[in-house]
């Protein structure tokens, strides 16, 4: 087996803001993993807020030596438990590898990724994500993927003044009047302030809220998931199997990304930890190209809440297959990840 490397450019059809940042582009590391004339494919993204730069993730994927392995149901059972060399990988590099892997080990098999897993094909209504915009636009917005066909919209928060992000949630229920609402503040409230404001976004059709308050205090959430009657799920404060068992039964949700925990296999671990704690499952992700989305597709099943949509954020996405613009994503029925290059003859 031989691992080839590429990068790409990622361009957000416009700027994602969030409380904390706002991003126009980002750097996606193609990998191929290539045995006996097939290719396996998996996507690492550069994130800033992960600690991992592109020359990082190369670094990472050059060490690996996939030769070592006769095969890559081996190199995968490997990586799986984890062991040397997987084991000293980052979370987002591990995760790309493993994707790579079962790409290649369910083309061999002729075999999607999800019957590899024992799970069912399924499909999934996705969240759509508004950012941090002003009230009109957010309504045209809203308007715009309720035609498309979303269910469900996830609306960022944390502006310096809460009121904006009020109006903006208004505007967006006005826009979408029967979409349902997730509410994102990614971190940037104190537990007063969300106990004071979760209360307003309630009013306005808010169904749950996506980690209120500071991450590195999951007690602070903890105690706001305690008094709030909206749902609240951790994200930024739940990145590890340690992460999320301790705060299972504590919160009602976790969202689990792959780029954050290390992959499928730990995504499943996660979801076994919270099975009958009362915590739910979100599947969320990191703004990539389709290939790098697929993954968790082939995990929906697991999850009450489903933010699968950073391919959509794209100006252009280098690869199909998952769906997504009418508001569902799905596990297609293809061998591997069942993704190809934009332009493949299908």
């Known amino acids: 087996m031989r691992l080839d490397l590429r990068v790409v ?63 890559p149901e081996t190199a995968l059972v490997e990586l799986q438990r984890p062991a040397a060399p997987f084991k000293e990988l980052p979370p987002g590099v591990l995760a790309g590898v493993e994707a790579a892997l079962l790409d290649l080990v369910g083309k061999r098999a002729g075999a999607p990724v999800h019957r590899l897993l024992g799970l069912p094909g399924t499909s999934a209504a996705t969240a759509r994500t508004i950012a941090i915009v002003d009230p009109v636009r957010a309504a045209a917005q809203a308007a715009r993927l309720a035609a498309d066909g979303f269910r469900v919209l996830k609306v960022k928060a944390g502006s310096p003044d809460p009121a904006d992000d009020l109006a903006r949630v208004r505007a967006v229920r006005t ?11 990614n971190g940037a409230w104190t537990v007063a302030q969300s106990l004071s404001l979760l ?75 919270l099975h009958g704690s009362g915590t739910e499952v979100m599947l969320g992700c990191l703004t990539a190209s389709s290939l790098g989305i697929a993954p968790a597709v082939h995990l929906v099943d697991r999850a009450r809440w489903v933010d699968l949509d950073g391919h959509l954020l794209l100006r252009y996405d280098p690869w199909r297959g998952i769906g997504g613009a009418d508001g569902v994503v799905r596990a297609a029925d293809r061998a591997g990840l069942g993704v190809r290059p934009a332009g493949a003859q299908q």
């Open 199 to 273: 209360p307003k976004f309630a009013e306005l059709g808010v169904t749950a809220v996506e980690q209120p308050t500071t991450p590195g205090h999951p007690e602070w959430l903890a105690d706001v998931a305690a008094r709030s009657e909206l749902p609240v799920i951790a994200d930024e404060d739940a990145v590890s199997l340690a992460d999320a068992t301790r705060l299972a039964g504590r919160v009602q949700g976790v969202n689990i990304k792959l780029a954050k925990c290390g992959g499928v296999s730990a995504a499943l671990r996660i979801c076994a930890a």
């Open 175 to 185: 826009g979408a009047p029967r979409a349902e609402l997730l509410l994102d503040p």
């Open 9 to 71: 450019e990622l361009h957000l059809t416009e700027p994602l803001r969030i409380s904390r940042s706002v991003m126009a582009s980002r750097d996606s590391v193609e990998l191929a993993v290539r045995h006996d004339g097939l290719s396996g494919y998996g996507e690492v993204v550069a994130s800033s807020y992960l600690a991992l730069p592109t020359e990082e993730i190369l670094r990472h994927s050059r060490g690996l030596e996939l030769a070592r392995y006769p095969d």
